[in-house]
T-cell receptor, first 116, second 110 residues
């Protein structure tokens, strides 16, 4: 199994530009999570999907952030326009959620985003 | 998500010494997971605790869930340089989402 695949690994962009982060979850997993990690705030849950449907997006910082999951094998996180304070590592994770309890999360390698 | 306090924030130990990190909540937790993140890496699942008073061991790592299910700990016996990283607790609730504690960053000095 290839694991959770994220792209790009690194992204450097200028303030005001649009940024799109991509994620391919593990095949068969029906829950997908986007996290942001910074020194100041740690690991923050931005949004999670279950069966391709956004369940909770209360962690999305503001309207500049949007996430989609058009099918079971692909998700995107878009920032438009980007700002320097968006600089962080963005992780995607998937899990084979079943029943009423949480299954473990499998994380991708992350995207290191730098907004200049 | 449920909020937890994780302490200490940083810990430096000599190789061979023991290490413990604690995860405390003001509310009762349904269950709790532990993850390890190596420097420059991504979080990797270690274990999940579900039952009150549960104790689980993985080689030199011992995980405990408090009787009241409000706290948890991870203890490493005789640390090695391969134990370096940040250890996170992640309480999970019925909403099927996980929030992470602030983590304990462990440095092991050879």
């Amino acid at each position: 199994d290839a694991g959770v695949i994220q792209s790009p690994r690194h992204e450097v962009t200028e303030m005001g530009q649009e940024v799109t982060l991509r994620c391919k979850p593990i095949s068969g997993h029906n829950s997908l999570f986007w996290y942001r990690q910074t020194m100041m705030r740690g690991l923050e849950l931005l949004i999670y999907f279950n069966n391709n449907v956004p369940i909770d997006d209360s962690g999305m910082p503001e309207d500049r952030f949007s996430a989609k999951m058009p099918n079971a094998s692909f998700s995107t996180l878009k920032i438009q326009p980007s700002e320097p304070r968006d600089s962080a590592v963005y992780f995607c994770a998937s899990s084979p959620t079943s029943g009423g309890t949480n299954e473990k999360l499998f994380f991708g390698s992350g995207t290191q985003l730098s907004v200049l | 998500g449920q909020q937890v306090m994780q302490i200490p924030q940083y810990q430096h130990v000599q190789e061979g010494e023991d290490f413990t990190t604690y995860c405390n909540s003001s509310t009762t937790l349904s269950n709790i997971q532990w993850y390890k993140q190596r420097p420059g890496g991504h979080p990797v699942f270690l274990i999940q605790l579900v039952k009150s008073g549960e104790v689980k061991k993985q080689k030199r790592l011992t995980f405990q869930f408090g009787e009241a299910k409000k706290n948890s700990s991870l203890h490493i016996t005789a640390t090695q340089t391969t134990d370096v990283g940040t250890y996170f607790c992640a309480p999970s609730g019925s909403a099927r989402q996980l929030t992470f504690g602030s983590g304990t960053q462990l440095t092991v000095l050879p």
